[in-house]
């Protein structure tokens, strides 16, 4: 073989090995940005600039407690009437202020099924007890059947009872990393229901947990979990 030839075959060897190496290098970066897309924390909840995806209010296992003024049937359909109207009034059912945040999008598509399949045969209770049925435990296999698929930070409200004996409802706040549907960050919060109509009467405890997280408790939670 001619020195010539020798010389262009080592070139094509070292353009052909170059280029694997720079393969690899694309590839695992791929991964990477993948993964960082994915790999929420804790600590990115408080930051201002991360959006969050807001997956609405799950009323889906919830207790109702003390005497129900519609019929129990219609349990499901109210569920989604309250999603629907804190929607249709953002500035009265601000999200976005009380967390700090300049960009929350919405999917209610995940608690808009949860809800639809409620069994409202199991709805009513005259147990004070389960306005504290749940835990965070109870709180993470529920983001569990959710299946959720997307990427970023999800908030979604899920009550844990509404109790028509003392006008409040329970709610768990709670922050949720939809690439894999782990639970970042749950809080227990109450809020006393008010207004005229069962709609308004429920939707007014809703607003009641905005203002208190508005007012210092989302502050607490900051120190709280960011040390």
């Given at each position: 073989?001619r ?14 090995k170059?280029l ?10 791929g991964?990477f ?5 994915s790999?929420?924390t804790?600590a ?14 799950d009323?889906s296992?919830?207790r109702?407690?003390g005497?129900?003024?519609?019929n129990?049937s219609q349990l ?6 309250l999603?629907?109207l804190?929607l249709r ?11 700090d945040k300049?960009?929350v ?7 808009e ?10 709805t009513?209770?005259s147990?004070?007890k389960?306005?504290t049925?749940?835990?965070m435990e109870t709180v993470?296999?529920?983001v569990?059947?959710y299946g959720?698929s997307?990427k970023?930070?999800?908030?979604v409200y ?23 549907g782990?639970v ?8 006393k229901?008010v ?7 429920w ?6 947990t905005?203002k208190?997280i508005?007012g ?9 979990y960011?040390k």
């Amino acid at each position: 073989m001619r020195n010539e030839d020798i010389s262009i075959t080592r070139k094509l060897k070292n353009m052909k090995k170059s280029l694997t190496i720079l393969s690899m290098f694309l590839l695992l970066g791929g991964t990477f940005a993948t993964k960082q897309l994915s790999a929420q924390t804790v600590a990115d909840i408080f930051k201002s600039e991360t959006p969050i995806t807001w997956l609405g209010v799950d009323y889906s296992d919830m207790r109702f407690i003390g005497p129900l003024d519609v019929n129990p049937s219609q349990l499901d359909e109210f569920a989604k009437t309250l999603n629907d109207l804190f929607l249709r009034e953002p500035k009265k059912y601000d999200v976005a202020a009380p967390f700090d945040k300049q960009t929350v999008t919405s999917n209610l598509k995940y608690v808009e099924k949860a809800n639809a399949a409620m069994n409202t045969d199991q709805t009513l209770s005259s147990d004070s007890k389960d306005m504290t049925r749940f835990s965070m435990e109870t709180v993470a296999k529920k983001v569990g059947t959710y299946g959720l698929s997307e990427k970023g930070i999800g908030l979604v409200y899920i009550t844990e009872a509404l109790n028509k004996n003392d006008q409040e409802a329970a709610y768990w706040v709670t922050f949720v990393n939809m690439a894999d549907g782990k639970v970042l960050l749950t809080e227990r919060v109450t809020g006393k229901a008010v207004g005229f109509g069962f709609r308004n009467y429920w939707a007014g405890s809703f607003y009641g947990t905005l203002k208190q997280i508005k007012g210092g408790l989302y502050k607490d939670w900051k120190k709280k979990y960011i040390k």
